[in-house]
């Protein structure tokens, strides 16, 4: 069982910086695939990053070269550091977390999710 609770949502303007961060419970946090998916308004939730329990690291289309995802196996956090953010990257952002390596773009592969934070980028 993992719990997972997201911060450091907020409003930014178009061109500025957000930092997220996933504070995981558990003791076996390392062994987890973990993913930030978002969700905007009228919208399905849809991918935006993953980490392997062993750091390779993959990202959507839209966010490469702006957006880093990155972890802590002591902390058992795992982090999304967004740059250059454009008003589209408004949405809620889930962290989430699943057994095995495969398939991590698909939300329904998660078994574990945060409650959510919201992110707002103003034009």
């Known amino acids: 069982q993992v719990q997972l609770v997201e911060s450091g949502g907020g409003l930014v303007q178009a061109g500025g910086s957000l930092s997220l961060s996933c504070a995981a419970s558990?003791?076996?946090?390392?062994?987890?695939?973990m993913g930030w998916f978002r969700q905007a308004p009228g919208k399905e939730r849809e991918f935006v990053a993953a980490i392997w329990s062993g750091g390779r690291r993959y990202y959507a289309d839209s966010v490469k070269g702006r957006f880093t995802i990155s972890r802590d196996n002591v902390q058992n956090t795992v982090n999304l550091q967004m740059n250059s953010l454009k008003p589209e990257d408004t949405a809620v952002y889930y962290c989430?977390?699943?057994?095995?390596?495969?398939?991590?773009?698909?939300?329904?592969?998660?078994?574990?999710w945060g409650q959510g934070t919201q992110v707002t980028v103003s034009s």
């Open positions: 558990g003791r076996t946090f390392s062994s987890y695939s």
């Open positions: 989430a977390a699943k057994v095995g390596s495969y398939q991590v773009t698909a939300a329904g592969e998660y078994a574990y």
